[in-house]
């Protein structure tokens, strides 16, 4: 099989995540990438991967392909529709740009979920009727980058100014606060049915920026959660590949922030995996090559007519998972940084950390995930338990700035 992968910069879901999955699959690879000198030990062609007709172009002067892929937020819908000019299994590229644009999902979710939602290109002045407190932030925008609670049209005309100095063409998107409980869900498909693998709680730094602090494992939901989630996702044409989908519990119900059409990011989708003891990477790999989901895990039932539940065979009780994302606390020089860990036990937990950084880096605080050290992910037989090791190796292993 030949797998071309799409790819920006590298991430460790490509590096240590898919590109391994690819390898034990005995696949091969060839990665249409913008930065080709990223991936020294891989087969990689410079590639305008944001034009799918440069894509095109470079696969048939190489390889027939076989699978056509990306975990990237950036490149799907272009993805999409290179898959689909060779008759490739692959997501819908409509989909894809709605998922990623939080203005078309919006609009495309008015009558499942209604949220008040304006679209602000450059030069457009807010509406006055606007439910405040509100949230402006980048219709494409990732990382929680630029995204801010405001309260008043002062703050958010203060908050659009700031943002115009980095972004004078982007568009923008000001909407309702929501407020409540921020959940996670992740789920795969193959076109015809959808898995619910899991679902984290999510924690959030202080407001108003909106930077991820911590994912607990929390995998059970309300029905009506569950059924309200899959009327959001098919109303907007999610349906394949993996998805990671981000709601909040409202008093009014379960209103989504956005639709992630990929793989969950951050260390998640590794600590996915442990969670669940399965392949997920390989998995994703293996419906973008056209199989069904009952053939990952032929005994993974859902019960008659239940095409969006999760298999009782992927159900994981008495076991707790968390991410912990190291932030940055105040810009400077890091001076100090933790080793990199791999499986370390402590106690019942087993413990993992990423370093995003290095000694000698110097930080500047933005108040995103850019912010970002390390992340460390555990997982034992209770929250309690993990709280403990995660506590004792922050303690051991402390990141220092001067």
């Known amino acids: 099989m030949r797998l071309y992968l799409t790819a920006l910069n590298p991430t460790g879901s490509v590096l240590d995540g898919f590109l391994p999955a690819a390898a034990a699959l005995g696949w091969d690879v060839t990665i249409l990438t913008d930065r080709p000198e990223r991936y020294p030990e891989h087969e990689a062609i410079a590639t305008d991967v944001r034009d799918p007709r440069a894509m095109i172009d470079t696969i048939i002067g190489h390889h027939p392909p076989d699978v056509i892929f990306s975990d990237s937020d950036h490149i799907q819908a272009e993805t999409a529709l290179v898959a689909e000019y060779f008759g490739l299994p692959g997501k819908d590229w409509r989909a894809c740009a709605t998922a990623k644009n939080k203005s078309l999902m919006r609009r495309r979710l008015a009558a499942v979920e209604p949220v008040r939602s304006v679209r602000l290109p450059p030069g457009t002045a807010p509406p006055a009727d606007l439910p405040y407190p509100v949230v402006v932030k980048p219709a494409l925008g990732v990382a929680s980058e630029d995204v801010f609670l405001v309260r008043d049209e002062a703050e958010l005309a203060d908050a659009i100014a700031d943002i115009r100095t980095r972004r004078p063409d982007d568009v923008l998107v000001a909407?309702?606060?929501?407020?409540?409980?921020?959940?996670?869900?992740?789920?795969?498909?193959?076109?015809?049915?959808?898995?619910?693998?899991?679902?984290?709680?999510?924690?959030?730094?202080?407001?108003?920026?909106?930077?991820?602090?911590?994912?607990?494992?929390?995998?059970?939901?309300?029905?009506?959660?569950?059924?309200?989630?899959?009327?959001?996702?098919?109303?907007?044409?999610?349906?394949?590949?993996?998805?990671?989908?981000?709601?909040?519990?409202?008093?009014?119900g379960p209103r989504i922030i956005e639709i992630n059409y990929r793989l969950i990011g951050d260390d998640c989708g590794f600590l996915l995996a442990d969670l669940l003891g399965v392949p997920v990477f390989e998995w994703i790999l293996r419906v973008?090559?056209?199989?069904?989901?009952?053939?990952?895990?032929?005994?993974?039932?859902?019960?008659?007519?239940?095409?969006?539940?999760?298999?009782?065979?992927?159900?994981?009780?008495?076991?707790?998972?968390?991410?912990?994302?190291?932030?940055?606390?105040?810009?400077?020089?890091?001076?100090?940084?933790?080793?990199?860990?791999?499986?370390?036990?402590?106690?019942?937990?087993?413990?993992?950390?990423?370093?995003l950084r290095a000694a000698g880096d110097r930080i500047t605080v933005t108040g995103t995930n850019r912010d970002y050290l390390g992340i460390v992910r555990a997982i034992g037989p209770d929250r309690a338990s993990v709280d403990t090791a995660l506590a004792s190796f922050c303690a051991d292993h402390p990141w220092v700035i001067a």
């Open 288 to 355: 973008h090559a056209g199989e069904p989901l009952s053939a990952l895990l032929p005994q993974a039932t859902t019960g008659p007519g239940r095409s969006f539940a999760t298999p009782p065979a992927l159900r994981r009780d008495g076991v707790h998972g968390t991410a912990l994302s190291l932030v940055a606390g105040e810009s400077g020089v890091i001076t100090s940084a933790p080793p990199a860990v791999a499986g370390e036990r402590r106690g019942d937990v087993r413990l993992w950390h990423r370093p």
């Open 175 to 252: 909407e309702e606060y929501l407020e409540g409980p921020l959940y996670t869900l992740e789920t795969l498909g193959d076109g015809h049915a959808t898995w619910i693998l899991g679902g984290f709680r999510t924690t959030l730094g202080p407001l108003p920026r909106f930077i991820e602090e911590r994912l607990d494992w929390s995998p059970k939901r309300p029905r009506e959660h569950l059924r309200h989630l899959a009327t959001a996702l098919a109303t907007v044409g999610v349906g394949f590949g993996a998805c990671h989908t981000e709601y909040v519990a409202t008093e009014r």
